[in-house]
């Protein structure tokens, strides 16, 4: 672990090398057998569906590393993390929920959204939890974007954080999840990274409180990372955010197992 925000060698992985090999292997055959170009453009077609699987699976590593639990440092610790907000109206609330359960938790947090609700930033803060980045705009179109529109979304977040929470983020979410190969050099360069979950709820959906809990705690265990929404928050039938019940009936469930709760930072920190 490198000190937060200095710049970290990028490394391809497997089949990031592999592809780049197929299509240099591709251009070599092409120049010395024209004819076999048939084969040429199947292995490259082959190369570049293989690395768009891996881009729209949000907890595989074969894009680069990927935090999916917490590190066996953090002992009998899981993490909350809480994305796309703030939200005005379901930020507060969250918050008062962790501090009735004594818990901290790791926000990913929007850009455009935290310059337009500072306050509750600092709140966040203030509250003892950690503030990270979930690109400035929040894209649909964020895992078809070029290295150069990668960087520019990521910088303005960790621009945007910084001067709000004080600090500047460590790690980086992708919008939904997905991603495409040119995220984990510019993530080096940024020195930040790259974090998904082990279990999420799909409370952004699901107007079920009861059955969102049921997603997160099944197979609960230390080190778990777990994902919740405080912006998008869907609606339980009585009008309230499914976040607050789920989260309620997550945290008692953790310590009733003697689980506590650790920001991501705190967890690889050890
Ligand atoms: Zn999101």
Same mark, same amino acid.
């Given at each position: 672990m490198n000190a937060p925000g200095t710049s970290r060698r990028w490394t391809p992985t497997p089949l990031i090398g592999g592809a780049v090999a197929v299509h240099a292997g591709a251009l070599a055959? @092409?120049?010395v057998a024209p004819g076999a170009w048939p084969w040429a453009a199947g292995g490259v077609i082959a190369s570049h569906l293989a690395l768009t699987a891996a881009g729209l699976w949000p907890r595989s590593s074969l894009l680069g590393h990927n935090w999916t639990t917490l590190p066996e440092s953090a002992g009998a610790c899981i993490a909350i993390t809480i994305d796309d907000g703030p939200d005005p109206d379901v930020t507060p609330r969250v918050l008062d929920l962790l501090d009735a359960h004594r818990a901290r938790a790791t926000f990913f947090c929007i850009g455009e959204r935290v310059r337009?609700?500072?306050?509750?930033?600092?709140?966040?803060?203030?509250?003892?939890?950690?503030?990270?980045?979930?690109?400035?705009?929040h894209r649909h179109n964020f895992s078809l974007m070029?290295?150069?529109? @990668?960087?520019?979304?990521?910088?303005a977040a960790q621009a945007t954080?910084?001067?709000i929470?004080?600090?500047?983020?460590?790690?980086?979410r992708a919008p939904a999840g997905l991603r495409n190969p040119f995220l984990e050099p510019v993530l080096c360069g940024l020195g930040l990274h790259l974090a998904s979950w082990t279990r999420r709820g799909f409370d952004t959906r699901a107007g079920d409180a009861a059955l969102v809990a049921r997603r997160l705690l099944n197979g609960l265990a230390a080190r778990d990372i777990l994902l919740v929404h405080d912006g998008h928050a869907a609606q339980a039938p009585d009008g309230a955010p499914v976040v607050l019940a789920a989260l309620?009936?997550? +945290?008692?469930?953790?310590?009733?197992?003697? @689980?506590?709760?650790?920001? +991501?930072?705190?967890?690889i920190a050890g």
């Open positions: 055959s @092409l120049a337009a609700h500072p306050r509750i930033v600092e709140a966040i803060v203030a509250r003892g939890h950690a503030v990270e980045n979930h690109s400035q705009r070029g290295p150069r529109a @990668l960087r520019r979304e990521i910088e954080i910084g001067e929470a004080g600090t500047r983020p460590v790690f980086f309620d009936a997550v +945290l008692r469930a953790a310590a009733d197992r003697g @689980l506590a709760t650790a920001t +991501l930072r705190e967890a």
